[in-house]
């Protein structure tokens, strides 16, 4: 302990900056492009949630011992003695280093550590809820949602409003929500092979309401017998996700900050960049769907100003477009979907 006390601080804080790197390459790029005094709140803010979510996330960890964990977490982060391990790999150090995550929100000032604090306590005890119960109903889905990054997308506002850069509109908290919701739909989407093939335990983040009309286990999707039906379901759970794509350029749109706004709207790029190329895609169903390297490196490079943001969605929603067949069950939604999105741009 003695010894842990003389780290000098910045070797805690480039420690997390290489953990930051190390779990997340995209997050890590738009989190080093902020202000110096955005940049460290938001890569603790990062690392605790992170780490909170290896939590949730290990499904070898029993019921008794993860639900305790993840509605204290928030208590944890104050406590550079804390220790627990699980998760693999670069999650796993994670885990192993978290004293070094601590140290360095200790050192934030106060109004971020509430911020963190009060949004750690939030969606640990959310996660304890789904740990509990699965998601069977739409609003089950919507919760859930809200819990993993719509809360976060609030704490996020919280922090460019306390930072100074930023006023927001009066109607902030609900675009925060839409931004989170519309990021973490695609999200489940996007890994419905990677959860449901989960060890020792599947993960199913798709609401039991909407898979049922197709299947009789959400598993069943992944059988080449049931293809159509598994795209058909893929298509309605992307129409779905893009309702929140009106919200989100509102919330864009009244950013000041350049960096805050890359910050926002990088994410929301890739996210509809993923929805184009889930639309449709059997492959969501068989193996990895992600945005080719390329195109990852021009978002990152070409997103500055809302024409951007306008310009990028145009050209995924037209990707998305041209693959819609009029035998799709819910082709017409699709299409008023993607036109409400084109008109704004
Ligand atoms: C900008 C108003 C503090 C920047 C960014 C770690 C990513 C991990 O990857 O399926 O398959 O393991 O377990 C709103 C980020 C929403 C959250 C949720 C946007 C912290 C994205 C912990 C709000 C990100 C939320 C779990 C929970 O999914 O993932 C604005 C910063 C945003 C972390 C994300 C992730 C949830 C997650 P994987 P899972
Ligand atoms: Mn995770
Ligand atoms: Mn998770
Ligand atoms: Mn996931
Ligand atoms: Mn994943």
């Not at 419905?192 to 009789?216: G, T």
């Not at 926002?264 to 996210?271: D, E, L, T, V, Y």
């Not at 024409?307 to 699709?334: H, I, Q, R, W």
């Amino acid at each position: 302990k003695k010894a842990q006390m003389q780290i000098p601080s910045g070797a805690h804080w480039s420690l997390c900056y290489s953990m930051l790197h190390n779990v997340s390459t995209s997050f890590s790029y738009v989190i080093h492009q902020l202000r110096t005094e955005l940049r460290n709140p938001m890569c603790v803010f990062y690392l605790v949630l992170r780490a909170l979510d290896t939590v949730e996330d290990d499904t070898s960890i029993p019921k008794e011992v993860k639900l305790p964990i993840l509605t204290s977490f928030h208590r944890h982060i104050y406590d550079r003695d804390w220790h627990f391990s699980c998760g693999r790999d670069e999650f796993k150090v994670l885990m192993d280093q978290f004293h070094h995550v601590s140290s360095a929100f200790l050192q934030l000032e106060k109004c971020y550590q509430e911020v963190i604090k009060d949004i750690t306590k939030r969606m640990g005890a959310g996660m304890a809820k789904f740990i509990c119960q699965e998601v069977e109903t739409t609003e089950d889905h919507i919760e859930y949602c809200y819990y993993v990054a719509g809360l976060l997308g609030f704490g996020l506002s919280k922090i460019f409003l306390a930072s100074g850069l930023e006023v927001l509109t009066p109607d902030w908290e609900q675009l925060s929500n839409s931004m989170g919701l519309f990021l973490h739909k695609t999200h489940i989407i996007k890994d419905y092979l990677e959860d449901i093939n989960e060890i020792p335990e599947p993960r199913k983040f798709w609401p039991r309401q909407i898979w049922s009309k197709y299947v009789a286990k959400l598993e069943d999707f992944k059988d080449e017998e049931n293809s159509t039906k598994a795209v058909q379901c893929l298509n309605y759970m992307v129409t779905d996700a893009m309702m929140h794509i009106e919200d989100c350029f509102k919330y864009l749109a009244a950013l000041r900050d350049p960096t805050v706004f890359r910050f926002c709207a990088i994410p929301q790029i890739m996210a509809i960049g993923t929805l184009s190329l889930c639309y449709d895609n059997v492959q969501v169903f068989r193996g990895v769907v992600k945005v080719r390297r390329g195109t990852t490196a021009k978002v990152m490079d070409g997103t500055k100003t809302m024409d951007d943001v306008y310009g990028a969605f145009y050209d995924f929603s037209c990707m998305l477009k041209a693959k819609v067949d009029e035998k799709d069950p819910n082709a017409m939604e699709t299409l008023d979907r993607v036109e409400a999105v084109q008109k704004i741009c």
